[in-house]
Protein backbone atom coordinates (compact mmCIF):
# COMPACT_ATOMS: atom_id res chain seq x y z
CA UNK A 1 0.00 0.00 0.00
CA UNK A 2 1.76 3.25 -1.01
CA UNK A 3 1.32 6.48 1.36
CA UNK A 4 -1.21 8.74 1.16
CA UNK A 5 -0.25 11.47 -0.98
CA UNK A 6 -0.65 15.55 0.43
CA UNK A 7 -1.25 16.43 -3.10
CA UNK A 8 -4.66 15.48 -4.39
CA UNK A 9 -3.90 16.08 -8.25
CA UNK A 10 -7.39 15.81 -9.70
CA UNK A 11 -7.38 18.28 -12.13
CA UNK A 12 -11.02 19.32 -13.14
CA UNK A 13 -10.88 21.07 -15.78
CA UNK A 14 -14.67 21.97 -16.94
CA UNK A 15 -15.73 22.11 -20.44
CA UNK A 16 -18.67 23.61 -22.40
CA UNK A 17 -19.72 19.94 -23.49
CA UNK A 18 -19.43 15.96 -23.29
CA UNK A 19 -17.46 13.36 -24.68
CA UNK A 20 -19.41 9.68 -24.13
CA UNK A 21 -18.19 6.76 -26.48
CA UNK A 22 -21.33 3.98 -26.47
CA UNK A 23 -21.17 1.09 -24.01
CA UNK A 24 -21.95 -1.37 -26.76
CA UNK A 25 -17.95 -2.03 -27.14
CA UNK A 26 -18.36 -4.17 -24.02
CA UNK A 27 -19.33 -7.26 -26.69
CA UNK A 28 -16.21 -6.54 -28.95
CA UNK A 29 -13.53 -6.42 -25.49
CA UNK A 30 -10.53 -8.42 -25.80
CA UNK A 31 -9.59 -11.23 -23.08
CA UNK A 32 -9.34 -9.67 -19.87
CA UNK A 33 -10.13 -6.51 -20.24
CA UNK A 34 -13.04 -4.56 -18.93
CA UNK A 35 -14.61 -1.16 -20.10
CA UNK A 36 -14.98 2.42 -19.06
CA UNK A 37 -17.07 5.25 -20.18
CA UNK A 38 -15.52 8.33 -21.66
CA UNK A 39 -17.56 10.58 -20.30
CA UNK A 40 -16.61 14.31 -19.98
CA UNK A 41 -12.98 14.26 -20.30
CA UNK A 42 -13.28 11.76 -17.63
CA UNK A 43 -13.30 7.71 -17.69
CA UNK A 44 -15.31 6.03 -15.22
CA UNK A 45 -15.03 2.52 -14.75
CA UNK A 46 -17.66 -0.04 -12.81
CA UNK A 47 -16.26 -0.55 -9.13
CA UNK A 48 -18.20 -2.59 -6.30
CA UNK A 49 -17.06 -0.75 -2.55
CA UNK A 50 -16.43 -3.35 0.04
CA UNK A 51 -18.40 -5.98 -1.61
CA UNK A 52 -21.86 -4.17 -1.25
CA UNK A 53 -22.16 -0.81 -3.31
CA UNK A 54 -21.80 -0.77 -6.74
CA UNK A 55 -20.68 2.65 -8.47
CA UNK A 56 -19.41 4.55 -11.37
CA UNK A 57 -15.63 5.52 -10.10
CA UNK A 58 -13.72 7.97 -12.02
CA UNK A 59 -9.91 6.54 -12.99
CA UNK A 60 -7.37 8.72 -11.92
CA UNK A 61 -3.64 8.38 -12.47
CA UNK A 62 -3.46 11.64 -10.52
CA UNK A 63 -4.37 10.11 -7.81
CA UNK A 64 -2.86 7.12 -5.78
CA UNK A 65 -5.47 5.90 -3.54
CA UNK A 66 -9.41 5.24 -3.11
CA UNK A 67 -11.37 8.30 -2.49
CA UNK A 68 -15.11 8.01 -1.95
CA UNK A 69 -17.79 10.69 -3.21
CA UNK A 70 -18.71 11.98 0.57
CA UNK A 71 -22.46 12.45 -0.77
CA UNK A 72 -22.88 9.17 -2.50
CA UNK A 73 -21.53 7.37 0.88
CA UNK A 74 -23.15 10.13 3.38
CA UNK A 75 -25.37 7.27 5.10
CA UNK A 76 -22.42 4.89 5.27
CA UNK A 77 -20.88 3.83 8.69
CA UNK A 78 -16.99 4.72 8.97
CA UNK A 79 -16.36 3.33 12.28
CA UNK A 80 -12.99 6.00 12.22
CA UNK A 81 -12.26 9.67 11.08
CA UNK A 82 -9.70 11.89 11.12
CA UNK A 83 -9.05 15.09 9.04
CA UNK A 84 -5.88 16.29 7.28
CA UNK A 85 -4.90 18.99 4.84
CA UNK A 86 -4.44 18.52 1.03
CA UNK A 87 -3.18 20.57 -2.01
CA UNK A 88 -5.27 20.77 -5.10
CA UNK A 89 -5.57 21.87 -8.90
CA UNK A 90 -7.32 24.87 -7.21
CA UNK A 91 -5.70 27.99 -5.50
CA UNK A 92 -6.83 26.70 -2.06
CA UNK A 93 -5.26 23.92 0.34
CA UNK A 94 -8.18 21.99 1.54
CA UNK A 95 -8.99 20.07 5.17
CA UNK A 96 -10.90 16.98 4.21
CA UNK A 97 -12.35 14.08 6.06
CA UNK A 98 -10.26 11.13 6.12
CA UNK A 99 -11.50 7.28 6.80
CA UNK A 100 -9.26 5.47 8.68
CA UNK A 101 -10.96 1.76 8.10
CA UNK A 102 -10.15 -0.52 5.21
CA UNK A 103 -12.14 -0.12 2.52
CA UNK A 104 -12.02 -2.08 -1.07
CA UNK A 105 -12.96 -0.99 -4.23
CA UNK A 106 -13.56 -4.18 -6.50
CA UNK A 107 -14.39 -5.05 -10.45
CA UNK A 108 -13.29 -8.25 -10.67
CA UNK A 109 -10.46 -7.43 -12.87
CA UNK A 110 -8.54 -5.04 -10.80
CA UNK A 111 -9.06 -4.37 -6.82
CA UNK A 112 -7.64 -1.50 -4.33
CA UNK A 113 -7.60 -1.55 -0.81
CA UNK A 114 -6.96 1.19 1.44
CA UNK A 115 -6.45 2.65 4.88
CA UNK A 116 -6.84 6.12 4.19
CA UNK A 117 -9.49 7.57 2.00
CA UNK A 118 -10.72 11.13 1.97
CA UNK A 119 -13.60 11.80 1.56
CA UNK A 120 -14.30 14.20 -1.07
CA UNK A 121 -17.06 16.44 -2.79
CA UNK A 122 -17.20 15.30 -6.07
CA UNK A 123 -20.82 15.51 -6.96
CA UNK A 124 -20.46 18.94 -6.68
CA UNK A 125 -17.65 19.03 -9.36
CA UNK A 126 -18.63 16.38 -11.59
CA UNK A 127 -22.44 15.83 -11.04
CA UNK A 128 -24.34 12.85 -10.07
CA UNK A 129 -22.54 10.08 -12.29
CA UNK A 130 -19.14 9.44 -9.82
CA UNK A 131 -19.50 7.24 -6.73
CA UNK A 132 -15.41 7.89 -6.11
CA UNK A 133 -11.95 8.33 -7.50
CA UNK A 134 -9.72 5.25 -8.07
CA UNK A 135 -5.70 5.82 -8.21
CA UNK A 136 -2.56 3.33 -9.33
CA UNK A 137 -2.02 1.22 -6.52
CA UNK A 138 -4.60 -0.85 -7.73
CA UNK A 139 -2.27 -1.59 -11.01
CA UNK A 140 1.30 -0.92 -9.49
CA UNK A 141 2.43 -4.05 -9.79
CA UNK A 142 1.08 -5.23 -13.53
CA UNK A 143 1.28 -3.48 -16.96
CA UNK A 144 -1.85 -1.52 -17.29
CA UNK A 145 -3.29 -0.90 -20.89
CA UNK A 146 -5.74 2.02 -20.98
CA UNK A 147 -7.22 1.73 -24.78
CA UNK A 148 -9.11 4.76 -25.51
CA UNK A 149 -10.06 4.05 -28.59
CA UNK A 150 -11.46 0.83 -27.95
CA UNK A 151 -12.76 2.21 -24.37
CA UNK A 152 -11.42 -0.75 -22.44
CA UNK A 153 -8.69 -0.88 -19.67
CA UNK A 154 -6.97 -4.77 -18.81
CA UNK A 155 -3.98 -6.05 -16.76
CA UNK A 156 -1.64 -7.34 -18.70
CA UNK A 157 1.47 -9.94 -18.48
CA UNK A 158 4.90 -8.49 -18.33
CA UNK A 159 5.90 -11.08 -21.07
CA UNK A 160 3.41 -8.83 -23.21
CA UNK A 161 6.58 -5.85 -22.59
CA UNK A 162 7.67 -4.21 -24.77
CA UNK A 163 4.41 -4.01 -27.00
CA UNK A 164 4.85 -4.05 -31.04
CA UNK A 165 3.49 -0.73 -32.27
CA UNK A 166 4.22 1.69 -29.17
CA UNK A 167 6.95 4.13 -28.39
CA UNK A 168 8.39 4.03 -25.09
CA UNK A 169 8.66 6.54 -22.57
CA UNK A 170 10.99 6.71 -19.19
CA UNK A 171 8.51 7.74 -16.51
CA UNK A 172 9.50 9.01 -12.77
CA UNK A 173 7.28 8.03 -9.70
CA UNK A 174 7.22 11.51 -7.39
CA UNK A 175 7.73 10.20 -3.37
CA UNK A 176 3.72 10.80 -3.14
CA UNK A 177 2.97 8.22 -5.68
CA UNK A 178 2.50 10.85 -8.67
CA UNK A 179 3.63 9.63 -12.04
CA UNK A 180 5.54 12.17 -14.03
CA UNK A 181 6.05 11.67 -17.94
CA UNK A 182 9.00 13.78 -20.23
CA UNK A 183 7.16 16.30 -22.53
CA UNK A 184 8.37 19.14 -25.07
CA UNK A 185 6.32 22.28 -25.31
CA UNK A 186 7.34 24.32 -28.58
CA UNK A 187 5.85 28.17 -28.97
CA UNK A 188 4.75 29.53 -31.89
CA UNK A 189 8.18 31.07 -32.31
CA UNK A 190 9.84 27.93 -32.50
CA UNK A 191 11.15 27.72 -29.24
CA UNK A 192 11.28 24.79 -27.57
CA UNK A 193 11.03 24.22 -23.13
CA UNK A 194 11.43 20.40 -21.98
CA UNK A 195 9.78 19.40 -18.55
CA UNK A 196 8.38 16.50 -16.58
CA UNK A 197 4.48 16.50 -16.10
CA UNK A 198 2.13 14.65 -14.12
CA UNK A 199 0.26 11.54 -16.32
CA UNK A 200 -2.95 12.65 -14.92
CA UNK A 201 -6.28 10.98 -16.15
CA UNK A 202 -8.58 12.69 -13.76
CA UNK A 203 -7.80 15.90 -15.93
CA UNK A 204 -10.14 16.93 -18.19
CA UNK A 205 -7.79 19.85 -19.82
CA UNK A 206 -4.50 19.07 -22.31
CA UNK A 207 -1.94 20.60 -20.79
CA UNK A 208 -1.23 23.12 -17.70
CA UNK A 209 2.16 24.52 -16.80
CA UNK A 210 2.54 25.28 -13.51
CA UNK A 211 3.59 28.77 -11.57
CA UNK A 212 7.13 28.20 -10.99
CA UNK A 213 8.03 27.24 -14.81
CA UNK A 214 6.05 30.04 -15.78
CA UNK A 215 8.48 32.15 -14.33
CA UNK A 216 11.59 29.84 -15.32
CA UNK A 217 10.86 29.71 -19.23
CA UNK A 218 9.57 33.43 -18.84
CA UNK A 219 6.16 32.53 -20.53
CA UNK A 220 4.75 35.27 -19.46
CA UNK A 221 6.51 37.63 -21.18
CA UNK A 222 7.36 35.49 -24.39
CA UNK A 223 3.30 34.72 -24.56
CA UNK A 224 1.45 37.68 -25.71
CA UNK A 225 -1.44 36.47 -27.56
CA UNK A 226 -3.28 34.83 -24.73
CA UNK A 227 -6.84 35.10 -22.52
CA UNK A 228 -6.59 35.15 -18.99
CA UNK A 229 -9.46 32.74 -17.21
CA UNK A 230 -10.83 32.46 -13.94
CA UNK A 231 -12.70 29.14 -12.65
CA UNK A 232 -14.87 28.91 -9.68
CA UNK A 233 -14.31 25.17 -9.15
CA UNK A 234 -11.20 24.24 -10.85
CA UNK A 235 -11.23 20.55 -8.81
CA UNK A 236 -10.09 19.98 -5.18
CA UNK A 237 -8.92 23.30 -4.04
CA UNK A 238 -11.68 24.95 -5.85
CA UNK A 239 -10.67 28.58 -7.65
CA UNK A 240 -7.77 28.67 -10.63
CA UNK A 241 -6.62 31.60 -12.84
CA UNK A 242 -4.60 31.32 -15.18
CA UNK A 243 -3.49 32.56 -19.01
CA UNK A 244 -4.18 30.04 -22.04
CA UNK A 245 -2.68 30.20 -25.42
CA UNK A 246 -1.88 28.34 -28.58
CA UNK A 247 1.36 26.73 -28.57
CA UNK A 248 2.96 24.90 -31.69
CA UNK A 249 3.48 21.91 -30.83
CA UNK A 250 3.51 19.10 -27.58
CA UNK A 251 6.04 16.53 -28.75
CA UNK A 252 5.50 13.40 -26.20
CA UNK A 253 7.46 10.06 -27.28
CA UNK A 254 8.59 11.48 -30.30
CA UNK A 255 5.18 11.87 -31.84
CA UNK A 256 3.60 15.16 -32.33
CA UNK A 257 0.43 17.10 -31.45
CA UNK A 258 0.22 20.46 -33.44
CA UNK A 259 -1.42 23.63 -32.85
CA UNK A 260 -2.44 22.57 -29.09
CA UNK A 261 -4.50 24.88 -26.51
CA UNK A 262 -2.01 25.06 -23.43
CA UNK A 263 -2.56 27.28 -19.85
CA UNK A 264 0.02 28.50 -17.53
CA UNK A 265 -0.76 28.95 -14.20
CA UNK A 266 -1.84 32.00 -12.13
CA UNK A 267 -2.38 30.26 -9.05
CA UNK A 268 -0.08 31.10 -5.82
CA UNK A 269 -1.21 28.13 -3.59
CA UNK A 270 -2.22 24.14 -4.72
CA UNK A 271 -0.31 21.82 -7.00
CA UNK A 272 0.13 24.44 -9.72
CA UNK A 273 2.54 26.44 -7.24
CA UNK A 274 4.87 23.09 -7.06
CA UNK A 275 8.72 23.21 -8.13
CA UNK A 276 9.17 19.37 -8.22
CA UNK A 277 7.36 19.41 -12.08
CA UNK A 278 6.67 21.05 -14.19
CA UNK A 279 2.89 20.87 -14.74
CA UNK A 280 -0.11 18.47 -15.73
CA UNK A 281 -1.10 16.66 -18.57
CA UNK A 282 -4.39 15.83 -18.89
CA UNK A 283 -6.93 13.91 -21.09
CA UNK A 284 -6.93 16.41 -23.57
CA UNK A 285 -3.60 14.89 -25.21
CA UNK A 286 -3.44 11.73 -23.54
CA UNK A 287 -6.97 10.33 -25.49
CA UNK A 288 -4.96 10.87 -28.67
CA UNK A 289 -3.13 7.76 -27.58
CA UNK A 290 -3.59 4.27 -26.14
CA UNK A 291 -1.37 3.93 -23.56
CA UNK A 292 0.36 0.96 -21.30
CA UNK A 293 1.75 2.10 -18.28
CA UNK A 294 4.04 0.12 -16.30
CA UNK A 295 4.82 1.82 -13.20
CA UNK A 296 6.94 -1.10 -11.37
CA UNK A 297 9.21 -0.86 -15.05
CA UNK A 298 9.22 2.77 -14.81
CA UNK A 299 7.96 3.08 -18.62
CA UNK A 300 5.08 4.39 -20.40
CA UNK A 301 4.07 3.25 -24.01
CA UNK A 302 2.10 5.07 -26.48
CA UNK A 303 0.78 4.51 -30.03
CA UNK A 304 -1.80 6.90 -31.65
CA UNK A 305 -5.08 6.34 -31.54
CA UNK A 306 -8.66 6.83 -32.76
CA UNK A 307 -8.33 10.92 -32.27
CA UNK A 308 -4.87 11.51 -32.93
CA UNK A 309 -4.42 14.57 -34.93
CA UNK A 310 -8.01 16.48 -34.10
CA UNK A 311 -8.05 20.19 -33.88
CA UNK A 312 -8.19 22.30 -31.23
CA UNK A 313 -10.68 25.21 -31.12
CA UNK A 314 -10.60 27.96 -28.48
CA UNK A 315 -14.53 28.87 -27.98
CA UNK A 316 -15.96 32.23 -28.67
CA UNK A 317 -19.15 32.98 -26.35
CA UNK A 318 -16.29 33.66 -23.67
CA UNK A 319 -17.65 31.14 -20.69
CA UNK A 320 -17.61 27.29 -19.56
CA UNK A 321 -20.39 26.05 -18.11
CA UNK A 322 -20.91 22.02 -17.04
CA UNK A 323 -24.13 20.34 -17.15
CA UNK A 324 -25.62 20.27 -13.93
CA UNK A 325 -29.45 18.85 -15.07
CA UNK A 326 -28.80 15.42 -13.19
CA UNK A 327 -28.62 17.19 -10.27
CA UNK A 328 -32.44 19.04 -11.11
CA UNK A 329 -30.09 22.39 -11.80
CA UNK A 330 -28.97 23.55 -15.58
CA UNK A 331 -26.07 24.50 -17.23
CA UNK A 332 -24.13 25.65 -14.32
CA UNK A 333 -21.32 28.39 -15.58
CA UNK A 334 -17.80 27.57 -14.11
CA UNK A 335 -15.33 29.51 -16.11
CA UNK A 336 -15.11 33.04 -17.74
CA UNK A 337 -12.86 34.84 -19.90
CA UNK A 338 -11.65 38.06 -18.55
CA UNK A 339 -13.24 40.59 -20.89
CA UNK A 340 -14.36 38.10 -22.84
CA UNK A 341 -17.83 38.34 -24.28
CA UNK A 342 -19.95 36.44 -21.68
CA UNK A 343 -18.10 38.77 -18.74
CA UNK A 344 -19.02 42.02 -20.58
CA UNK A 345 -22.63 41.12 -20.72
CA UNK A 346 -23.12 40.71 -16.96
CA UNK A 347 -22.56 36.54 -16.71
CA UNK A 348 -21.63 35.49 -13.69
CA UNK A 349 -19.62 32.31 -12.47
CA UNK A 350 -22.45 30.22 -10.28
CA UNK A 351 -25.22 31.71 -12.34
CA UNK A 352 -27.47 28.46 -13.86
CA UNK A 353 -28.95 28.72 -17.25
CA UNK A 354 -32.04 27.28 -18.09
CA UNK A 355 -32.92 28.83 -21.32
CA UNK A 356 -30.72 29.75 -24.12
CA UNK A 357 -33.37 31.60 -26.87
CA UNK A 358 -36.34 30.96 -25.00
CA UNK A 359 -35.82 27.24 -25.51
CA UNK A 360 -35.29 25.28 -22.06
CA UNK A 361 -32.04 23.63 -21.92
CA UNK A 362 -34.08 20.00 -21.44
CA UNK A 363 -35.62 20.77 -25.08
CA UNK A 364 -32.44 20.13 -26.51
CA UNK A 365 -29.41 18.38 -27.03
CA UNK A 366 -25.87 19.03 -25.18
CA UNK A 367 -24.27 18.98 -28.62
CA UNK A 368 -27.49 21.35 -30.21
CA UNK A 369 -26.51 23.95 -27.53
CA UNK A 370 -22.87 24.01 -27.67
CA UNK A 371 -23.28 24.47 -31.42
CA UNK A 372 -25.16 27.21 -31.14
CA UNK A 373 -22.96 29.03 -28.38
CA UNK A 374 -19.98 28.61 -30.03
CA UNK A 375 -20.42 30.13 -33.42
CA UNK A 376 -18.56 33.53 -33.77
CA UNK A 377 -20.54 36.84 -34.34
CA UNK A 378 -23.97 35.08 -33.55
CA UNK A 379 -26.00 37.30 -30.35
CA UNK A 380 -28.24 35.22 -28.17
CA UNK A 381 -30.31 35.65 -25.37
CA UNK A 382 -29.14 33.41 -22.17
CA UNK A 383 -31.70 32.69 -18.98
CA UNK A 384 -30.32 32.18 -16.07
CA UNK A 385 -31.50 31.39 -12.28
CA UNK A 386 -29.27 33.76 -9.83
CA UNK A 387 -30.04 34.53 -6.25
CA UNK A 388 -33.84 33.17 -6.51
CA UNK A 389 -34.75 35.02 -9.53
CA UNK A 390 -34.61 34.44 -13.56
CA UNK A 391 -32.39 37.11 -15.44
CA UNK A 392 -31.97 37.33 -19.34
CA UNK A 393 -28.73 38.23 -20.46
CA UNK A 394 -27.81 39.02 -23.83
CA UNK A 395 -24.58 38.02 -25.38
CA UNK A 396 -22.87 38.66 -28.39
CA UNK A 397 -19.99 36.53 -28.99
CA UNK A 398 -16.70 37.75 -30.38
CA UNK A 399 -15.26 36.84 -33.72
CA UNK A 400 -11.64 34.96 -33.88
CA UNK A 401 -10.10 35.56 -30.47
CA UNK A 402 -6.14 36.72 -29.93
CA UNK A 403 -5.52 33.25 -30.26
CA UNK A 404 -5.61 32.27 -34.16
CA UNK A 405 -7.83 29.62 -35.27
CA UNK A 406 -5.61 26.24 -36.05
CA UNK A 407 -4.41 25.44 -39.50
CA UNK A 408 -5.65 21.93 -40.54
CA UNK A 409 -2.17 20.21 -41.27
CA UNK A 410 -0.67 17.07 -41.49
CA UNK A 411 -0.05 15.05 -37.90
CA UNK A 412 2.76 12.50 -37.80
CA UNK A 413 6.09 11.42 -36.04
CA UNK A 414 9.31 13.14 -35.87
CA UNK A 415 12.06 11.07 -35.20
Known amino acids: MGKLPFILSLALTVSAGVTARPDS ?16 RHLYIDMVFNDTVPGKWVFDSGAVNLYPDSTEFAGYTFERRTYRRFRGAGQNIVTLPVVLDTVTADNGFVKLTSTLSPLLDLK ?18 HPFEINYS ?26 TGLILIPLKLRLQNSELFEGRFVYDT ?40 QFLFRASAIIIGGYEVRMPLVDYSLNTDGVSVMDEFDGIAGNLVLEQFDHILDIAGKRLYIRPGGTFGKEFRERVAGFHYIDRRDLGLGFVVMSMDVRGAAERAGLLIG ?25 PYIEYVLTVFRDGELLNIRIRNSGLSLIADPVRSRHGIIR
Open 202 to 241: GSGGMLSVNTPTVAAWGLDRKITEKIEQYTGEAGIGGESR
Open 150 to 175: GSYMRLLPRSALPPEGYAGIPIEIHP
Open 25 to 40: VAARLPEGAFPFEYFD
Open 124 to 141: KILGQKPAGIVGTEMIRD
Open 351 to 375: DVITHINGVHIDEGTIGYFDGLLQK
